[in-house]
């Protein structure tokens, strides 16, 4: 029970696991995931990420029985932990797949979201419930909902509290695919392998452009890549992929 964390090919996969509730989070599993993602993005081993869940479910968001407990102080400690968490996955520079089958609800939504690519099964079940229980959006959710969605619609799914299937998420643009249930970890592995060949300098550069992008202005932008481009030319990756185009063969990229 917990967090089960394992590298293979580049890849660090990140496991919610307490398939019995759902992989629903407890407190100290929320600083499980982050210390996972400060230990993945500190490895220069690992190049990509994958999120995922034990079992049939992603997960089913924030562990409900220790919810309310300890007042307004017990309310704040218990959202320090999880910003700290949702923070280690959104800020990490090396890319992240959510792979995503059965429930992903509440807080484990706003987790998917903070990463760079959410695939999907056909038939999982997205709920931001929030209103269910009385509670506000937390965990970015809004902040996050309205990167990738019109905000009527982001306002209709945080005021409904309803379901949206994998289909539906690929179609509004909250998720990159939605396959057979069967398909979505290969699916995942297959995009993070690709990733991790890939010059991770130069992907977390981007990375860092993107998140930043909707808060600049044109002439912020061109300064913010000028600054980094320059840093660019002298990487390892820089020269061995600038050799291999001029000798026309695939660039063996080592992340530096």
Same mark, same amino acid.
């Given at each position: ?17 307490? &398939?019995?509730?759902?992989? $629903?989070? !407890? +407190? ?5 995931? %982050?210390? @996972?993602? #400060? ?97 506000? &959006?937390?965990?970015?959710? $809004?902040? !996050? +909902? ?5 905000? %009527?619609? @982001?306002? #209709? ?100």
């Amino acid at each position: 029970m917990g967090i089960e964390y394992s590298v293979a090919e580049g890849v660090a996969t990140i496991t919610i696991n307490r &398939p019995e509730r759902k992989n $629903a989070i !407890l +407190l100290a599993m929320r600083t499980d995931i %982050q210390h @996972a993602f #400060e230990k993945a993005q500190d490895d220069d081993d690992v190049r990509a990420i994958i999120l995922t869940g034990a079992g049939g479910d992603f997960s089913a968001g924030a562990d409900v029985g220790e919810m309310g407990g300890g007042g307004t102080r017990g309310a704040l400690m218990r959202m320090r932990h999880m910003h700290r968490m949702c923070r280690a996955i959104a800020q990490t520079n090396k890319p992240v797949i959510a792979a995503v089958k059965g429930v992903c609800i509440g807080m484990s939504w706003a987790m998917a979201l903070a990463c760079d690519i959410v695939v999907a099964a056909a038939d999982a079940r997205f709920q931001f419930a929030f209103r269910h229980i009385g509670l506000a &959006p937390d965990g970015g959710a $809004a902040f !996050l +909902l309205t990167r990738y969605v019109p905000l %009527q619609r @982001a306002k #209709e799914i945080l005021y409904s509290g309803r379901f949206v299937s994998g289909t539906e998420a690929e179609k509004l643009g909250l998720a990159l695919y939605a396959l057979p249930a069967e398909e979505v970890m290969i699916k995942a592995q297959e995009l993070a392998r690709g990733f991790a060949e890939s010059p991770t300098i130069a992907i977390g550069m981007a990375k860092r452009q993107l998140d930043a992008a909707p808060a600049q202005t044109f002439e912020q932008a061109l300064d913010f890549e000028a600054n980094i481009q320059p840093l660019m030319v002298t990487t390892e990756d820089f020269k061995e992929g600038t050799s291999a185009f001029k000798e026309k063969r695939k660039p063996s990229y080592r992340g530096n």
